[in-house]
């Protein structure tokens, strides 16, 4: 089970191993750097440990926080990390005077007499500390001087492309959800509330539901439709879903609605939350003539959602 830490660790751990970063969508490289801490601390006797920050460093630091957008809350990092192993997990509050401590200064009192540091594990293009100059050459004498050891996880390619947290979110934010699963190893999720709505899918047959993310930096893929799963009181639902501004019924144009519709589910979920698992993106989202050509365009999504389910492996 996962123990989690806010400030500081509360005890000395035996022979921790390190990971330190932002680790946002948890993707396929940060896994990488996970097995890492996770093998190392196995030859060590140690336990393994991954340290964060949150807020977001660009949130405290003033560069333009409102276009920031991330794949993971800190929720879904914390649930993430403990799937892969991670046993220990410190979250330490991101602040301006932190932002002006050397990476040296950082680890020594946080990591080392914190809670005992053995070994640190870096990520490829991993930097923390004063103006970022925590590197994995620039630490090399920090280690010296504070007997621990260090190393680096070599980058992690798909298809010839380093995989990132930059390009999974350009993935998603262009619509294609099958490259964003690849390069995180799982399915993208976003988790809300679902809140009342216009009740119009209803009368087309296709009851939705209106879906509030309540983080504002919780990245929202492109406009469209996409085959979702749809997690809803420990069940996984098959479901519909489309992100935009429903042009056919002449809504407003700056407020992006998300609602989704669950196949063969009967039931109120309203002020329930939903967790949704996008599997694949459909198509544009369209103007239609009417409510009667819309209705046509669902059943034709529904069908082909449905068919798309049936190959999928269970």
Not at 194 to 208: A, D, H, S
Not at 223 to 251: C, D, Q, S, W
Request: charged share 30%.
């Amino acid at each position: 089970m996962l123990k989690v830490y806010r400030g500081a660790v509360s005890k000395r751990l035996k022979n921790p191993v390190v990971s330190i970063g932002v680790f946002d969508g948890v993707h396929r490289g940060h896994s990488a750097v996970v097995e890492t801490i996770i093998r190392r601390s196995e030859e060590m006797d140690g336990e393994p440990v991954i340290v964060t920050f949150w807020p977001h460093p660009r949130i405290v630091l003033g560069k333009t926080p409102e276009k920031l957008k991330l794949l993971t809350t800190l929720h879904e990092k914390r649930v993430r990390l403990e799937s892969l192993g991670v046993r220990h997990f410190l979250i330490i509050p991101f602040s301006g005077d932190l932002s002006l401590l050397p990476a040296c200064e950082f680890v020594k009192k946080y990591l080392v007499a914190g809670m005992g540091l053995k070994h640190l594990v870096f990520g490829h293009d991993n930097h923390f500390g004063r103006g970022r100059e925590g590197s994995f050459e620039n630490m090399k004498d920090c280690a010296r001087k504070l007997d621990f050891t260090i190393e680096q996880v070599e980058p992690l390619f798909y298809k010839g492309e380093r995989i990132s947290s930059s390009s999974v979110r350009m993935a998603l934010l262009s619509g294609n959800i099958r490259l964003a699963n690849s390069l995180l190893g799982y399915p993208y999720t976003m988790e809300g509330k679902i809140v009342g709505g216009m009740k119009i899918g209803r009368k087309l047959g296709f009851p939705t539901a209106n879906m509030h993310i309540d983080d504002p930096h919780k990245l929202v893929p492109s406009t469209g439709v996409y085959a979702v799963g749809v997690e809803a009181g420990k069940k996984l639902f098959r479901g519909m879903m489309n992100i935009g501004y429903r042009p056919t019924l002449k809504r407003r144009r700056d407020h992006k609605v998300l609602e989704v519709h669950i196949i063969d589910f009967k039931g109120d979920i309203y002020n329930r939350n939903l967790q949704i698992r996008f599997i694949e993106r459909i198509r544009d989202e369209k103007e239609f003539a009417g409510l009667e050509e819309l209705k046509g365009q669902l059943k034709k999504d529904k069908e082909k959602i449905t068919e798309l389910f049936s190959k999928l492996k269970p």
